[in-house]
């Protein structure tokens, strides 16, 4: 599966080989995180946030989106800076262990939540969640450092699916552990929170021993990190010609990804508000959509690097659409499930064909920065997406018709995706 692969003419990967085992530890950090997102974010803190802290569905769904929104603008913020910095110390990994750690402990916190702990869940929620999705910008950079050209695609998709299945295997410890455990202070629920904790921390070591940072760190005073990192950052915004397909792929990702973001992270309270799932059923409704979303990952990554990161994303968001609509109209559960796997198998090919078509188009230079970029992408599109949904539900009481909502993110993004020049973007990178 992990190929060694050795630099070809013209990629932007600056070592001359890449050994299975590099490929493989960048690829277990997916893995590794896998039970944060799957765990925490879609599947069973926030019903447990919605159900059993607040009490209440609506009040509920307003308030955890409210939390996704935050966390959202702080790392849109800060990320594209941090980046930077991360570029020019050549410390990447020095930044991934860091928002590692805080992801850890925050995480760990959430474990003492109890009814009625509203606004103390949603800090150390928020405090987690930046962390997560700060660390996702510093292991996208290594992308473009263990890959070429002709295999980025697949090495991506690899990541994607290993992430999968690591969630999958996690959802099914989780499930366990929930008939398994006393309920007592619903301590089955909260134990799943520590085993997230266990599993990030476990499973990224091979992350942190095995995967090379690339370059000489540069050791200078703190604060010329900071000002370097607001020139390269400003270097970058007055070039933007020169990576304006690059531009256009962020703002493309920026709309679709709203709403892919909103629901998925929103699927576990959806399937409980609408069609009464209960927490054991929406762990079940994990499991089937990480199977399904590791396969499309996986096998769409031999498809992306066959017809090109931007093909391959139409293809998904005009599934998405189709399957946005019928499960925001699925009188049954039956119709509700099809869906849900729908979306799924599009879920993994979507996120793994955008970080590659962005990793194609990245100067050597700026691997971090530009994920930087695209984790600010990432963040303000998961602020309107659950901002619209949330404020559906409090106006209309009616999730059908925030879900509904979500398709008109997958249209507009399809229109703006048709705006990149692909070649162009990859030339531009490698001149």
């Given at each position: 599966?992990?190929?060694?692969?050795?630099?070809?003419?013209?990629?932007?990967?600056?070592?001359?080989?890449?050994?299975?085992?590099?490929?493989?530890?960048?690829?277990?950090?997916?893995?590794?995180?896998?039970?944060?997102?799957?765990?925490?974010?879609?599947?069973?803190?926030?019903?447990?946030?919605?159900?059993?802290?607040?009490?209440?569905?609506?009040?509920?769904?307003?308030?955890?989106?409210r939390?996704?929104?935050?966390?959202?603008?702080?790392?849109?913020?800060?990320?594209?800076?941090?980046?930077?910095?991360?570029?020019?110390?050549?410390?990447?990994?020095?930044?991934?262990?860091?928002?590692?750690?805080?992801?850890?402990?925050?995480?760990?916190?959430?474990?003492?939540?109890?009814?009625?702990?509203?606004?103390?869940?949603?800090?150390?929620?928020?405090?987690?969640?930046?962390?997560?999705?700060?660390?996702?910008?510093?292991?996208n950079?290594?992308?473009?450092?263990?890959?070429?050209?002709r295999?980025?695609?697949?090495?991506?998709g690899?990541?994607?699916?290993?992430?999968?299945?690591?969630?999958?295997?996690?959802?099914?410890?989780?499930?366990?552990?929930?008939?398994?455990?006393?309920?007592?202070?619903?301590?089955?629920?909260?134990?799943?929170?520590?085993?997230?904790?266990?599993?990030?921390?476990?499973?990224?070591?091979?992350?942190?021993?095995?995967?090379?940072?690339?370059?000489?760190?540069?050791?200078?005073?703190?604060?010329?990190y900071?000002?370097?990192?607001?020139r390269?950052?400003?270097?970058?915004?007055?070039?933007?010609?020169?990576?304006?397909?690059?531009?256009?792929?962020?703002?493309?990702?920026?709309?679709?990804?709203?709403?892919?973001?909103?629901?998925?992270?929103?699927?576990?309270?959806?399937?409980?508000?609408?069609?009464?799932?209960?927490?054991?059923?929406?762990?079940?409704?994990?499991?089937?959509?990480?199977?399904?979303?590791?396969?499309?990952?996986?096998?769409?990554?031999?498809?992306n690097?066959?017809?090109?990161?931007?093909?391959?994303?139409?293809?998904?968001?005009?599934?998405?659409?189709?399957?946005?609509?019928?499960?925001?109209?699925?009188?049954?559960?039956?119709?509700?499930?099809?869906?849900?796997?729908?979306?799924?198998?599009?879920?993994?090919?979507?996120?793994?064909?955008?970080?590659?078509?962005?990793?194609?188009?990245?100067?050597?230079?700026?691997h971090?920065?530009?994920?930087?970029f695209?984790?600010?992408?990432?963040?303000?599109?998961?602020?309107?997406?659950?901002?619209?949904?949330?404020?559906?539900?409090?106006?209309?009481?009616?999730?059908?018709?925030?879900?509904?909502?979500?398709?008109?993110f997958?249209?507009?993004?399809?229109v703006?995706?048709?705006?990149?020049?692909?070649?162009?973007?990859?030339?531009?990178?490698?001149?």
């Open positions: 599966m992990f190929r060694g692969s050795r630099i070809g003419r013209g990629d932007p990967v600056s070592a001359s080989a890449v050994r299975r085992r590099e490929v493989f530890s960048w690829c277990m950090y997916d893995f590794a995180n896998s039970a944060f997102t799957t765990l925490i974010v879609t599947f069973i803190f926030s019903a447990y946030f919605m159900q059993v802290i607040v009490g209440d569905e609506v009040r509920g769904t307003v308030l955890w989106t939390a996704v929104n935050i966390s959202a603008i702080v790392v849109a913020l800060t990320m594209p800076v941090l980046g930077a910095i991360a570029d020019f110390s050549r410390r990447k990994k020095r930044f991934l262990l860091l928002a590692t750690i805080q992801t850890l402990v925050f995480t760990t916190l959430l474990f003492f939540m109890q009814p009625g702990m509203v606004v103390l869940a949603v800090i150390l929620f928020v405090f987690a969640n930046v962390a997560y999705e700060g660390g996702q910008a510093f292991y950079a290594f992308l473009p450092e263990i890959s070429t050209s295999n980025m695609g697949r090495i991506s690899y990541g994607w699916a290993l992430g999968y299945v690591g969630g999958l295997a996690a959802l099914g410890i989780a499930l366990w552990m929930m008939g398994a455990l006393p309920e007592n202070g619903h301590l089955n629920v909260r134990a799943t929170i520590l085993l997230v904790a266990i599993w990030f921390a476990v499973f990224s070591i091979p992350t942190f021993l095995f995967l090379p940072e690339r370059g000489i760190a540069r050791a200078v005073e703190p604060g010329t900071v000002r370097e990192g607001f390269r950052v400003a270097e970058t915004f007055r070039h933007l010609r020169r990576y304006r397909e690059a531009a256009k792929v962020l703002l493309a990702r920026l709309v679709y990804n709203d709403g892919l973001v909103t629901i998925f992270a929103l699927a576990g309270i959806y399937s409980i508000a609408v069609f009464d799932f209960t927490i054991e059923e929406v762990i079940k409704l994990g499991i089937v959509a990480n199977v399904a979303a590791g396969l499309g990952a996986f096998g769409f990554g031999f498809v690097d066959w017809i090109g990161g931007k093909r391959t994303i139409a293809i998904t968001l005009v599934v998405l659409t189709i399957a946005a609509l019928l499960g925001a109209t699925a009188e049954t559960r039956t119709g509700f499930w099809i869906a849900a796997i729908l979306i799924s198998f599009m879920v993994g090919p979507t996120q793994s064909a955008s970080r590659t078509l962005l990793g194609s188009m990245t100067p050597e230079a700026k971090a920065e530009f994920f930087g695209y984790a600010f992408s990432g963040k303000l599109s998961s602020i309107l997406g659950p901002l619209l949904f949330g404020t559906v539900v409090g106006v209309t009481g009616s999730h059908r018709l925030a879900m509904g909502s979500m398709v008109v997958f249209v507009v993004g399809f703006l995706l048709m705006l990149v020049d692909e070649k162009a973007g990859i030339a531009a990178a490698r001149s």
